[in-house]
């Protein structure tokens, strides 16, 4: 399967660029001829578990996982150490981290560590889709282990080369050593011997104790291309230069599957630099990531293509869609939420319980659409000729890209190569690939590479989003005060939609996501989720549907708390009860619980640790002191992606209505840590990213059509909103407690907390989100 792609590499038409490696670059061309591949294979994980490891889903991940050291490191006579980062980079840190993981192990200096970034080939690399917050949680054994393998390999040429007993002999940052004399070897000199060693099982490798680590679990190992980035020298997408290349913008359709009726390009060829118009086709709602169709406007620079796709003149067919309208959605969605839905959860006696309340307290919650606006908006080079293509994109998934490419050009993955950039940004986006595929098609029609870019205007305009969701709360409250009923409906259109038109109801990994696993001490509760259908691409988004769950159902704890003269920390604490694991089979939800694909077993629903953040954060902000007038404290809490974060937000709110945020401090336990520096940059992004969902995100339609098109009027966070201070209070923990997931898990209990601060410090309950269309001001 990898003869043509292993070709394609050695004669690549491209420019050299973010260093990108294949197989075929790791013995001839990224590391020198004379560097040691590793060039056995192990068994696969299956064969041979070791006692130190714990099943992780990445297991059961497409192409699973990898053990094999030769297809991720090499080494250099010089003694260069060449990592292969097989996940992509978008700020997340996976670039480095795992890395980094491989070179503790290995005992490498890290000065003398370089990493090339692999092409999509998960056969190869294991699984490449980096998103669910896996790369760290599925990757870290299996990076440990092959960074301790080619350790044990050094060990091993240095013994035989000295001819003393290998005991004898350890691996000291980027030298062997023996110990009795205290001669040594650097790791460029052995790097011959190891050619023709084969790779040792499983039980002969050793992992390093915790207490020798050099790198993991010390934040002293800075993102690797950082200089590069602050200087401008890194490589996205939009930076890709190949010989020949066109540049290309598409006019794509406003409405989601409408078609084009006729159209006058005259005016456009008419444009100094405009070479042609390509028709794409379009596709509709359900058509997975395929372009949305259009025309495309090649010329010699982007500005032409620009000022050409200005100068078109398109009569389109707007198609079912054109009805789509967000207030109308918005009645609709109310409407279902107050009827009975398909129940997805049923514990207890839900009816026996509101029937004896003594008091039922019910709110809705809103969330509207949200775009990704990735800093780096989508782009793509696309090089297909003599039925081969030739990729290079900022894209999350490249595995998948090259089997879509392949698909749709009706050729061999075999014949599509997938390079990948960095990515400036990506929160699910740029793993759709649709504007790839945008650039394929066109490449083809043309014979020629060409570059397709999206504005800011086709980013928002023309994305898969966020969904739209309406969450209902009602609690049964007894005449004690306890909450002894709980029921949720969930309207939202799924992500389903996205690969099947006809779906209309939230499937396991939406429901997954703070609805059928709450975790609160309640003995009746219900969760239900009716149907509605889609009018745009949903896609998923930073934190998926964890985002309107833990909004609405941590803005309705601190309402009950507040309804019963409660602390909102004290009930929430409450609600959570006693330290346990969730039994799904007593909830009745062992057939609907996705667990983010882990096992139970190794990742359980622990409300002890659960109620543990919340502590953690609650202290570490005063909670209960006094503040001054306009200022209020609140407090969210969420697991999702198997880790358990809370949030508490100090606001303060002037007499007009404004927000500033003094302080936030969050509190993560995502098992054991093992790059904090990152983990603490992912935390101060999700605050950022979380406040820019409270207090702007808001995309709406008319007509089938987004309303919005750029910053001015789909505002981010700015500095001037920023939160003055973000602190990061990690718990900590041994290895043996599993690595969870980071990327996401910061941002669904930010815009609850922000919203119950808002409440303490105004007296102004929000249910609808974003903050900013609200007047703000105390009463």
């Given at each position: 399967?990898?003869?043509?792609?292993?070709?394609?590499?050695?004669?690549?038409?491209?420019?050299?660029?973010?260093?990108?490696?294949?197989?075929?670059?790791?013995?001839?061309?990224?590391?020198?001829?004379g560097?040691?591949?590793?060039?056995?294979?192990?068994?696969?994980p299956?064969?041979?578990?070791?006692?130190t490891?714990?099943?992780?889903g990445?297991?059961?991940m497409?192409?699973?996982?990898?053990?094999?050291?030769?297809?991720?490191?090499?080494?250099?006579?010089?003694g260069?150490?060449?990592?292969?980062?097989?996940?992509?980079?978008?700020?997340?840190?996976?670039?480095?981290?795992?890395?980094?993981?491989?070179?503790?192990?290995?005992?490498?200096?890290?000065?003398?560590?370089?990493?090339v970034?692999?092409?999509?080939?998960?056969?190869?690399?294991g699984?490449?889709?980096?998103?669910?917050?896996r790369?760290?949680?599925?990757?870290?054994?299996?990076?440990?282990?092959?960074?301790?393998s080619?350790?044990?390999?050094?060990e091993?040429?240095?013994?035989?080369?000295?001819?003393?007993?290998?005991?004898?002999?350890?691996?000291?940052?980027?030298?062997?050593?023996?110990r009795?004399?205290g001669?040594?070897?650097?790791?460029?000199?052995?790097?011959?011997?190891?050619?023709?060693?084969?790779?040792?099982?499983?039980?002969e490798?050793?992992?390093?104790?915790?207490?020798?680590?050099?790198?993991?679990?010390?934040?002293?190992?800075?993102?690797?291309d950082?200089?590069?980035?602050?200087?401008?020298?890194?490589?996205?997408?939009?930076?890709?230069?190949?010989?020949?290349?066109?540049?290309?913008?598409?006019?794509?359709?406003?409405?989601?599957?409408?078609?084009?009726?006729?159209?006058?390009a005259?005016?456009?060829?008419?444009?100094?630099?405009v070479?042609?118009?390509v028709e794409?086709?379009?596709?509709?709602?359900?058509?997975?990531?395929?372009?949305?169709?259009?025309?495309?406007?090649?010329?010699?620079?982007?500005?032409?293509?620009?000022?050409?796709?200005?100068?078109?003149?398109?009569?389109?067919?707007?198609?079912?869609?054109?009805?789509?309208?967000?207030?109308?959605?918005?009645?609709r969605?109310?409407?279902?939420?107050?009827?009975?839905?398909?129940?997805?959860?049923?514990?207890?006696?839900?009816?026996?319980?509101?029937?004896?309340?003594?008091?039922v307290?019910?709110?809705?919650?809103?969330?509207?659409?949200?775009?990704?606006?990735t800093?780096?908006?989508?782009?793509?080079?696309?090089d297909?000729?003599?039925?081969?293509?030739?990729?290079?994109?900022?894209?999350q998934?490249p595995?998948?890209?090259?089997?879509?490419?392949?698909?749709?050009?009706?050729?061999s993955?075999?014949?599509?190569t997938?390079?990948?950039?960095?990515?400036?940004?990506?929160?699910?986006?740029?793993s759709?690939?649709?504007?790839?595929?945008?650039?394929?098609?066109?490449?083809?029609?043309?014979?020629?590479?060409?570059?397709?870019?999206?504005?800011?205007e086709?980013?928002?305009?023309h994305?898969?989003y966020?969904?739209?969701?309406?969450?209902?709360?009602?609690?049964?409250?007894?005449?004690?005060g306890r909450?002894?009923?709980?029921?949720?409906?969930?309207v939202?259109?799924?992500?389903?939609?996205?690969?099947?038109?006809?779906?209309?109801?939230?499937?396991?990994?939406?429901?997954?996501?703070?609805?059928?696993?709450?975790?609160?001490?309640?003995p009746?509760?219900?969760?239900?989720?009716?149907?509605?259908?889609?009018?745009?691409?949903?896609?998923?988004?930073?934190?998926?549907?964890?985002?309107?769950?833990?909004?609405?159902?941590?803005?309705?704890?601190?309402?009950?708390a507040?309804?019963?003269g409660?602390d909102p920390?004290?009930?929430?604490?409450?609600?959570?009860?006693?330290?346990?694991?969730?039994?799904?089979?007593?909830?009745?939800?062992?057939?609907?619980?996705?667990?983010?694909?882990?096992?139970?077993?190794?990742?359980p629903i622990?409300?002890?640790?659960?109620?543990?953040?919340?502590?953690?954060?609650?202290?570490?902000?005063?909670?209960?002191?006094?503040?001054?007038?306009?200022?209020?404290l609140?407090?969210?809490?969420?697991?999702?992606?198997?880790?358990?974060?809370?949030?508490?937000?100090?606001?303060?709110?002037?007499?007009?209505?404004?927000?500033?945020?003094?302080?936030?401090?969050?509190?993560?336990?995502?098992?054991?840590?093992?790059?904090?520096?990152?983990?603490?940059?992912?935390?101060?992004?999700?605050?950022?990213?979380?406040?820019?969902?409270?207090?702007?995100?808001?995309?709406?339609?008319a007509?089938?059509?987004?309303?919005?098109s750029?910053?001015?009027?789909?505002?981010?966070?700015r500095?001037?909103?920023?939160?003055?201070?973000?602190?990061?209070?990690?718990?900590p923990?041994?290895?043996?407690?599993?690595?969870?997931?980071v990327?996401?898990?910061?941002?669904?209990?930010f815009?609850?907390?922000?919203?119950?601060?808002?409440?303490?410090?105004?007296?102004?309950?929000?249910?609808?989100?974003?903050?900013?269309?609200?007047?703000?001001r105390?009463?």
């Amino acid at each position: 399967m990898l003869s043509a792609i292993l070709a394609r590499n050695g004669h690549s038409r491209s420019l050299p660029l973010l260093a990108n490696v294949s197989r075929r670059d790791l013995l001839r061309g990224t590391v020198s001829a004379g560097a040691f591949v590793l060039a056995a294979r192990f068994l696969p994980p299956e064969a041979a578990q070791a006692a130190t490891f714990y099943r992780v889903g990445g297991e059961d991940m497409p192409n699973g996982l990898v053990y094999d050291p030769h297809v991720f490191v090499a080494i250099e006579p010089d003694g260069t150490v060449v990592i292969v980062a097989h996940r992509s980079e978008m700020g997340q840190g996976a670039r480095t981290s795992l890395p980094m993981v491989v070179a503790d192990e290995l005992e490498a200096d890290w000065s003398r560590v370089r990493i090339v970034q692999a092409p999509g080939d998960e056969p190869r690399y294991g699984n490449q889709d980096t998103d669910g917050s896996r790369s760290m949680r599925h990757h870290i054994q299996s990076m440990r282990h092959i960074g301790a393998s080619v350790r044990h390999m050094l060990e091993q040429a240095a013994a035989q080369r000295w001819q003393v007993p290998k005991s004898e002999v350890r691996a000291e940052l980027h030298k062997v050593v023996h110990r009795p004399t205290g001669r040594s070897l650097d790791y460029g000199e052995l790097a011959q011997d190891l050619k023709a060693m084969p790779a040792p099982s499983r039980e002969e490798v050793q992992w390093k104790d915790p207490k020798d680590f050099r790198y993991i679990g010390t934040g002293k190992i800075a993102i690797y291309d950082l200089r590069d980035i602050t200087v401008g020298k890194a490589i996205y997408a939009h930076d890709v230069r190949v010989p020949g290349m066109k540049f290309a913008v598409v006019a794509r359709p406003p409405v989601v599957g409408a078609r084009i009726r006729s159209y006058d390009a005259s005016r456009a060829l008419a444009v100094p630099g405009v070479e042609r118009v390509v028709e794409i086709p379009g596709s509709d709602i359900g058509a997975k990531f395929a372009p949305l169709g259009g025309l495309a406007v090649v010329a010699s620079n982007t500005w032409a293509a620009l000022k050409g796709r200005e100068a078109l003149a398109i009569d389109w067919d707007r198609g079912p869609h054109a009805v789509y309208d967000s207030a109308e959605y918005e009645k609709r969605m109310r409407e279902l939420a107050r009827k009975p839905g398909k129940v997805v959860r049923d514990q207890g006696n839900i009816e026996e319980a509101f029937a004896r309340a003594a008091k039922v307290f019910a709110a809705e919650y809103y969330v509207p659409h949200h775009a990704h606006v990735t800093m780096e908006t989508p782009a793509a080079v696309a090089d297909v000729r003599d039925g081969r293509a030739e990729i290079w994109a900022s894209v999350q998934s490249p595995w998948g890209t090259r089997q879509d490419v392949a698909k749709l050009l009706g050729v061999s993955a075999d014949d599509v190569t997938v390079h990948v950039t960095l990515l400036g940004g990506g929160f699910g986006r740029k793993s759709k690939c649709d504007y790839v595929l945008e650039a394929a098609l066109v490449s083809r029609e043309i014979g020629a590479p060409v570059q397709v870019l999206w504005t800011r205007e086709d980013d928002i305009r023309h994305g898969f989003y966020h969904t739209v969701s309406l969450e209902r709360l009602e609690a049964a409250i007894d005449s004690d005060g306890r909450v002894i009923g709980w029921r949720h409906r969930s309207v939202a259109p799924t992500i389903l939609s996205t690969f099947d038109a006809s779906a209309q109801h939230q499937f396991d990994i939406e429901l997954g996501m703070g609805l059928v696993d709450n975790p609160f001490d309640i003995p009746n509760m219900r969760m239900e989720n009716p149907p509605i259908e889609a009018h745009v691409r949903i896609g998923w988004f930073r934190s998926v549907s964890n985002i309107p769950r833990a909004f609405a159902i941590q803005s309705f704890v601190a309402e009950l708390a507040h309804e019963l003269g409660k602390d909102p920390k004290d009930f929430l604490l409450e609600l959570i009860g006693p330290p346990r694991h969730i039994d799904p089979v007593a909830a009745g939800i062992q057939d609907k619980l996705w667990n983010y694909g882990e096992s139970l077993d190794v990742y359980p629903i622990d409300t002890g640790r659960l109620a543990h953040v919340v502590r953690v954060a609650a202290e570490a902000i005063g909670w209960g002191r006094k503040l001054p007038p306009g200022h209020g404290l609140g407090i969210a809490v969420h697991r999702s992606f198997v880790t358990y974060v809370a949030t508490a937000v100090e606001v303060a709110v002037d007499e007009k209505g404004r927000i500033s945020i003094p302080v936030v401090h969050t509190a993560i336990d995502c098992g054991f840590c093992a790059n904090p520096e990152r983990v603490k940059s992912q935390i101060e992004g999700a605050a950022v990213q979380g406040l820019t969902l409270a207090l702007y995100g808001n995309l709406t339609f008319a007509n089938g059509e987004a309303q919005q098109s750029n910053y001015h009027d789909y505002p981010v966070a700015r500095l001037s909103d920023a939160p003055k201070v973000v602190h990061t209070h990690i718990v900590p923990h041994p290895f043996e407690v599993p690595a969870s997931g980071v990327g996401e898990p910061g941002v669904p209990p930010f815009a609850p907390a922000l919203a119950n601060a808002v409440f303490a410090a105004t007296g102004k309950r929000i249910r609808d989100l974003p903050l900013a269309k609200h007047d703000l001001r105390r009463i």
